[in-house]
């Protein structure tokens, strides 16, 4: 498997990934309740304009519009017989404004969960969710997609389902955690824990991290924990624009394009190798965030209490607290080896 990502970190040093699809696709006329990977076939210039103002903005990868491109997510707008078909057209979508670009751009098949739930708490089994998967990255390979970018997963065992099916169709692969639930995923994979669910795996993956989450604090304050546990790792972190809040009926995003550049800054010196944007991230947050990237030299590792004054308060009240009796369990330890 060849590994565009190293190649591109040996050159650049530390990479951009893009920002929101969801948000930004309904900012172009995305209805609620349709399924963005139809857009593919129906409207593949309004997926081109996406990638492609992600480009002029300043991302070194893009990430294909096929996060729910699973059979499973896709049987809930009658399209499971065309899963192979809508991936295959998103990374080909992505793989011509990434070739027209003038410079290297990683294109990325985005991979979400398949929103079931693996046995012994689901139906699915481990072997089903591996076919699920494998049919999904099948696609986005013969539309060229250079890496099966597995994101926004809660359970391990799922995780490792879309490892080893990017391993079988012969995809290299990256894999992010959402970090929801008292600073664990939902199904309670601690930050630390995330480089171990691949292990054993005939290939290891690319990079690891996390992506959305509740706000941008708390996942710079899991990025510490995935760093500290494994510096010489490549982390990526694709965090949410602020937070969400509700005006009317409508989601907004309270981050501005100053706070997304601090945030960079923020992850860049506690050790991310890999930084974009999540839910809320537009393209003009994106390009403060690029601006921020190539102007930033690294500086010390912040501590979550630097991290909440500069980007604000974390909304995982738990995971505060659990962060910050780390943080404080590690300053102790320093002193007492001083």
Known sequence: MTNPIDALLAEKGVLLADGATGTNLFAMGLEAGEAPELLNETAPDIITSLHQNFVDAGADIILTNSFGGTRHRLKLHHAQDRVHALNRRAAEIGRAVAD????????????????ELLVPLGAMTYDEAVEAFAEQIEGLKAGGAE?????????????????????????????????????????????????????????????????CGVGASDILASLLDMTEAK???TVIVKGNCGIPEFRGAEIHYSGTPELMAD?????????????????????????????????????????????????????????????????EARRERRRSRA
């Open 263 to 327: 945030y960079v800054r923020l992850a860049v010196d506690a050790g991310a190798k890999i930084v974009g944007g999540c839910c809320g991230t537009s393209f003009a947050h994106l390009a403060a965030m690029r601006k921020a990237l190539d102007a930033h030299t690294k500086s010390d590792r912040p501590t979550v209490e630097k991290i909440v004054e500069r980007i604000g308060p974390m909304r995982n009240k738990q995971a505060t607290v659990n962060t910050v009796e780390t943080s």
């Open 147 to 211: 890496v099966a970018w597995i994101e926004t997963m809660s359970a391990p065992d799922e995780i490792r389902a879309a490892a080893e099916a990017a391993i079988r169709v012969g995809l290299p692969y990256t894999y992010t955690g959402s970090f929801d639930t008292a600073g664990r995923t939902m199904m309670g994979l601690l930050p630390k824990d995330i480089h171990g669910v691949a292990d054993g795996l005939p290939q290891a993956p690319l990079g690891v991290g996390a992506n």
């Open 100 to 115: 027209k670009a003038g410079r290297k751009i990683v294109v990325a098949g985005s991979v979400g969960p398949t929103g």
């Open 231 to 233: 510096p010489e790792a």
